[in-house]
C-alpha cells in the first residue's frame, strides 16, 4: 500500500512512501476529484491487498465516503486511474464488488423479496436462488421475519439485511461505509462477525470508520485521510498507536487538526484552560 506520510512533527513538508503492494486487487493512482470548483480529492494513492480488510479513516469533510464512491465506481474521477487487477475498470469489474451504504438502501418489499430482486439482478433463479436467499436469511438471523416489510425492521435489523444481500451476490470486493454508525453494541458486533466471516471466506474488505476501537477489531491496513488526501497508510495498530503525521497524531488525541500553518485549537492562546 503507498504511504505518502508527514514525517516530521507538525509539518508537512517531507513526504515519504511504503512500498509498493505487489499485484493488488484494486489500484488507485493518483486520483483527484473536484466539484463546484472545490479540489475534494487530489493526488491519492491507495492499494488494496486482495482477501485483506482495509480500514479508511479521517475527521468529517476528509474525503472517506467520496474515495468509497470513486472506487466503487459510483463516481467518475477527474484525475488519475483505478485499476482492477491491473486493467481497467468496466462493468465486468463492478460486478465483483458491493457496497454497503450508512444508511440502508432497502425495496419497499419484504425481508426475501430484497433478497431475491437483488439475486435476480444478477442472473441467478430457481433452487440455485433459493438455496441463496435460505442461507442468507440464516446467516443473518432473519429467517423468523422473511416475510416482514423491510423497512420495518430495525436498523440493525436493515443492515445485517443490506449486509447479507450484498455477500449473496459472492462479490470479490466489499465495500462498507460506517456499516454500524448509531448502531447498539449487540447490532455492531453482529455486523462485525459477518464481515471477519466474509473475510475469512476470501471476500476483501474496504470499510469506513470513525471508530478507533472498531478499527482494530476489524482492521489490518489503515488509510487515513485528511482534507482529500492520504497522510499515512501502514497496519492498522501502527498508525493508531505510534502514527508519523501530525494529522493522525491529532485524531488520536483528540486534537483539531487545521493545518500544517496553523496552531491547534487546544494552543491557541485565548483558549482556557
Not at 202 to 219: C, E, F, P, S
Request: charged content about 20%.
Amino acid at each position: 500500500m503507498r504511504d505518502a506520510a508527514f514525517d516530521t512533527p507538525g509539518s508537512a513538508s517531507t513526504l515519504s512512501r511504503s512500498p509498493v503492494v505487489n499485484d493488488p486487487l484494486l489500484d488507485v493512482r493518483s486520483l483527484g476529484f473536484s466539484a463546484g470548483g472545490e479540489k475534494l480529492l487530489h493526488g491519492v494513492d491507495v492499494a488494496i491487498r486482495r482477501g485483506s480488510r482495509t480500514l479508511i479513516m479521517g475527521p468529517n469533510g476528509a474525503g472517506k465516503s467520496l474515495l468509497l464512491r470513486l472506487m466503487h465506481g459510483l463516481l467518475q474521477p477527474l484525475e488519475g486511474a483505478i485499476l482492477w487487477q491491473g486493467g481497467r475498470m468496466n462493468a465486468s469489474a463492478r460486478r465483483a464488488q458491493a457496497m454497503v451504504f450508512q444508511r440502508p438502501v432497502l425495496l419497499r418489499r419484504s425481508v426475501i423479496a430484497n433478497l431475491k430482486f437483488a439475486l435476480t439482478v444478477r442472473g441467478m433463479r430457481g433452487a440455485k436462488r433459493a438455496d441463496k436467499v435460505r442461507s442468507a436469511l440464516e446467516t443473518a438471523g432473519l429467517s423468523h421475519l422473511a416475510r416482514r416489510p423491510a423497512r420495518v425492521l430495525s436498523g440493525g435489523e436493515q443492515q445485517r439485511l443490506s449486509l447479507v444481500r450484498a455477500l449473496a451476490c459472492d462479490p470479490e470486493l466489499l465495500f462498507l461505509d460506517e456499516p454500524t454508525a448509531n448502531l447498539d453494541p449487540a447490532s455492531t458486533a453482529a455486523i462485525e462477525a459477518l464481515i471477519l466471516d466474509a473475510n475469512a471466506r476470501g471476500v476483501t474488505i474496504v470499510l469506513v470508520t470513525h471508530d478507533a476501537g472498531q478499527a482494530k477489531r476489524l482492521g489490518e491496513d489503515l488509510v487515513f485521510l485528511q482534507d482529500g488526501t492520504v497522510v499515512e497508510t501502514g497496519p492498522v495498530e501502527t498508525v493508531l498507536t505510534n502514527p508519523r503525521s501530525e494529522p493522525v497524531r491529532a485524531w488520536r488525541d483528540g486534537r483539531l487538526y487545521l493545518g500544517p500553518n496553523t496552531q491547534s485549537l487546544n494552543n491557541y492562546p485565548g483558549r482556557k484552560n
